[in-house]
């Protein structure tokens, strides 16, 4: 088999409600992604269960290279539609997909519910009739999601890499770092479907508990670009503008703000809590509600608790003795001199957390680990250190007793529309005119 030149993700996150019409609009969307690729390519999909998202991921392998099996059935029946996906091409896919998009149009979207699975390579959409009432149907209830932005870091992520090509409306506002933050920000909405939102900010210029803590905390980072320090204040007032809430502290950061709001939605709401932020210190956060979405190369990952133990084997609360061990050169966090990731991990595998390494060290003067012995022994304070600065607080006063019903997400429509005509996103603007955005 050659190698492929090029692939591309093709995905849509289908309907949760089990809206007839929504799923139609689903797989219309879908088609009309998968028609504008090579239709001899490879197309392998993929389905993520608590997204309800299925994507489809083509790759730019010549046919005649491949070895597809012919065991590419459809089944139809009064009440399904099943579709095998295994060694598919485009072409086979876009005429299974057209067939199933004509029988959902021709069921009736009122009287009937949509439900969606794929199991062993096999896409199966199943028909129910909905339960009729007599005086009126219930609304549908959308699940309870939150989604919390780290404001910093995906402002930081959207300016520098626009910096070479900085972008200004007519006013000379820059605006290449905000443009990124709030296409990011309608992509996450749209993809996730969250319920309630809050964007979380590092106060400019605060000394923090931890630069209290130990001064040398942080202070080797440059002073800020005046374009983006301007770009910050310019972001703030759009959200603000928007009806998005937003929060900052004097004497925590934007991740403290982030582990006492999702803490307190996974143990109260008991609901899905997404973090979006590029910050790998979030990872002590995970549980079995909270997960991380990052943005790498355009696509949206969504980073849980099993993948982090798969990943690291460890727990995630594991995850600040870790950085204990090893310290944090981006925020000056010193870590134990002379002990590496070779050893920190299988460390804390074996002793479960510093704390217990500790209680145990002289068990390390013999064995697999005794080179560690010394160093160790003469670095306990900055290991305990720097696992305290490490460590997210999770009762910020400023949002430990906040409602968590005020986070909920409700966009003036009218207000931002107005903010991106005078920061002049043309591109957006067309773009939610021609649908590609629910932002009301």
């Not at 993929?46 to 010549?62: C, H, M, P």
């Not at 909905?130 to 009126?136: E, K, L, R």
């Not at 979030?282 to 079995?288: F, G, N």
């Not at 670095?379 to 007793?401: D, Q, R």
Request: charged fraction near 25%.
């Amino acid at each position: 088999m050659n190698s492929f030149t090029s692939n591309h993700d093709c995905f849509v996150v289908l309907p949760a409600t089990g809206s007839i019409y929504a799923t139609q609009i689903s797989f219309q969307n879908l088609l009309r992604q998968i028609k504008e690729k090579d239709p001899a390519a490879a197309a392998e999909i993929s389905y993520l269960q608590i997204e309800n998202k299925l994507t489809v991921k083509i790759s730019s392998y010549k046919k005649s290279d491949l070895n597809y099996s012919e065991y590419t059935d459809i089944q139809q029946g009064k009440h399904f539609f099943s579709i095998n996906l295994e060694n598919m091409v485009v072409s086979q896919l876009i005429e299974r997909l057209a067939k199933l998009l004509n029988w959902l149009l021709k069921i009736d979207k009122h009287r009937f519910k949509a439900t969606i699975e794929v199991v062993n390579n096999r896409l199966r959409i199943g028909i129910n009739e909905t339960q009729a009432n007599v005086q009126a149907a219930a609304p549908s209830v959308k699940p309870e999601k939150l989604l919390l932005i780290d404001g910093s870091n995906l402002l930081h992520i959207g300016y520098f890499a626009t910096k070479a090509n900085a972008l200004r409306n007519s006013e000379g506002i820059y605006t290449n770092g905000v443009f990124v933050f709030t296409r990011t920000l309608l992509n996450l909405v749209k993809q996730l479907q969250p319920t309630h939102l809050a964007v979380c900010w590092d106060k400019e210029g605060s000394n923090t508990f931890r630069k209290a803590l130990y001064p040398s905390y942080k202070a080797h980072r440059n002073k800020k670009d005046e374009e983006l320090v301007q770009q910050l204040s310019t972001t703030r007032v759009m959200l603000a503008k928007m009806n998005v809430t937003q929060f900052e502290s004097e004497m925590y950061e934007a991740d403290d703000l982030i582990g006492t709001l999702s803490q307190r939605w996974s143990n109260e709401k008991k609901k899905p809590c997404y973090i979006a932020s590029n910050d790998q210190d979030l990872y002590q956060l995970l549980d079995s509600n909270i997960a991380q979405v990052t943005q790498k190369k355009g696509q949206t990952l969504i980073f849980g608790k099993k993948q982090f133990e798969n990943e690291f084997g460890i727990l995630p609360e594991n995850w600040i003795d870790i950085k204990g061990l090893l310290g944090d050169k981006s925020d000056n966090i010193p870590g134990v001199k002379g002990v590496g990731e070779k050893a920190c991990y299988p460390l804390i595998q074996l002793y479960g957390s510093i704390d217990m390494l500790y209680r145990k060290l002289d068990e390390l003067q013999e064995g697999d680990f005794k080179r560690y012995y010394l160093p160790l022994l003469n670095g306990k304070e900055e290991a305990f250190l720097s696992k305290t600065l490490a460590t997210i607080v999770t009762n910020v006063p400023e949002v430990v007793n906040e409602g968590l019903d005020t986070l909920k997400l409700n966009i003036n429509k009218k207000s931002m529309l107005q903010e991106f005509h005078r920061l002049q996103f043309k591109t957006l603007l067309q773009q939610i005119q021609q649908g590609a955005y629910r932002v009301s």
